[in-house]
């Protein structure tokens, strides 16, 4: 016997990763114990393919992000590395979400892959196995890890403005370094546990309607709808997406507050007159700036994380399905942009980046001209650095220590 389906099974999202609580209602027949067969009617085929919002968000958005992002946050990662003045432990944080923005980029790609070898059935992984269902957990990883390092830069600033004597100690080298390998070992933990549900492909064979612009469409598709947790534990699966949208909550809640008592702090001090004191209100409004842009873009796939929930509970989906489409979509938007444009907002609110930026980079250019001007370019260039990173390590250091 077949079983007719109208609502599509679990198909791989960046961070939202499926459709998974509209299809609870779905069931399919299993055929030779090995494949389950769906027959779909015609009206609900376009549910089961790319849409034209993804086709653009693939083919468009995506490439456009992921040449971008990982421009900017390589060049913020030389930066880092090439300026003596800008190795600080809020810029250590900083470099870490960095790499989580590059690498999350980076795993976003295969969707971009993935949609060039199925081109039809949408997130068809049944070519690529398994690996399909690998990128989701890294998707997973560097998304909870960028909020890990979103909270420690955060929660430096609060201290180094609300209890400068108690960051003295946080900023400690070897404490700063311990706290980032534990967030980035509690990120892969969670990861891990966020993709248990998702952990390998799953085949499925598809009676699409009979007729004749059907005709070219896979017989045999796969998406991540395999799972490590028992059957019989039907609560696990409300229990992870509740984490889920905590994940989110929790920091948004703990940054809130911090930056709120860091903008009170602030007002209540006389206008910066120091040199120092300036550095370190734009490397506060740069981080207050950088949280707001954060939070916003990851509000649809939280809001989409809560509609989750609330179906599970009910049983049904309490959103319509065409709102549902559009969180997700606007979901993936958000969190490409956000992962791409950090660099962008920290020249645009701190001198001192702009200025250690244009550094870095005339210096790498002028080392690279042959001849007499050149050398001299370079020379002078060097010159420069010295000065800037002599003068900007002292302004880091007596801004961090107040």
């Not at 948004?252 to 004191?277: D, H, N, Y």
């Not at 954060?294 to 709102?323: K, Q």
């Not at 244009?358 to 370079?378: E, H």
């Amino acid at each position: 016997m077949e079983i007719v389906t109208t609502t599509p099974l679990p198909e791989l999202y960046s961070i939202t990763e499926s459709e998974t609580t509209f299809g609870l209602n779905s069931e399919v027949n299993i055929w030779n114990d090995s494949c389950p067969v769906l027959t779909i009617p015609a009206e609900f085929v376009h549910k089961y393919l790319y849409s034209s919002v993804d086709v653009v968000l693939t083919t468009i958005l995506m490439p456009i992000a992921i040449c971008l992002g990982c421009l900017l946050n390589g060049g913020f990662l030389y930066v880092v590395a090439s300026i003596q003045s800008m190795q600080t432990t809020t810029n250590f944080y900083l470099a870490n979400l960095a790499v989580c923005d590059g690498l999350y980029l980076l795993s976003t790609s295969y969707a971009i892959r993935s949609y060039i070898v199925s081109g039809t059935v949408s997130r068809n992984a049944v070519q690529d196995g398994d690996i399909s269902c690998v990128i989701l957990v890294l998707q997973t990883l560097f998304y909870v890890a960028s909020l890990a390092f979103i909270t420690l830069v955060t929660m430096e600033r609060f201290f180094g403005i609300c209890y400068p004597i108690k960051s003295l100690a946080l900023n400690r080298r070897r404490r700063t370094v311990k706290l980032a390998v534990g967030a980035w070992l509690i990120s892969l933990a969670v990861g891990f546990l966020y993709t248990m549900p998702y952990m390998y492909v799953e085949k499925i064979c598809i009676n699409w309607p009979d007729e004749e612009r059907f005709a070219d469409l896979p017989k045999v598709v796969g998406w991540c709808t395999g799972s490590l947790i028992p059957k019989r534990f039907t609560i696990f699966p409300i229990i992870i997406r509740g984490c889920k949208a905590l994940t989110f909550g929790i920091p948004f809640i703990l940054c809130t507050i911090m930056c709120i008592k860091i903008v009170a702090a602030l007002g209540k001090r006389p206008l910066p007159k120091s040199q120092a004191e300036r550095a370190r209100l734009h490397v506060t409004r740069m981080l207050l700036v950088n949280n707001t842009v954060f939070f916003i873009c990851n509000i649809p796939s939280t809001v989409l994380h809560i509609c989750v929930i609330s179906a599970l509970f009910v049983g049904t989906s309490i959103v319509p399905e065409e709102v549902i489409t559009t969180m997700i979509q606007t979901a993936i938007a958000c969190t490409l942009i956000n992962s791409a444009v950090n660099p962008i907002i920290y020249n645009a609110s701190n001198p001192r980046y702009r200025q250690a930026f244009c550094q870095a980079f005339t210096t790498c250019l002028c080392s690279r001209r042959d001849g007499k001007g050149g050398q001299q370019t370079s020379q002078l260039s060097t010159v420069d650095q010295r000065r800037l990173g002599t003068t900007s390590s002292k302004i880091e250091d007596v801004s961090e220590n107040k």
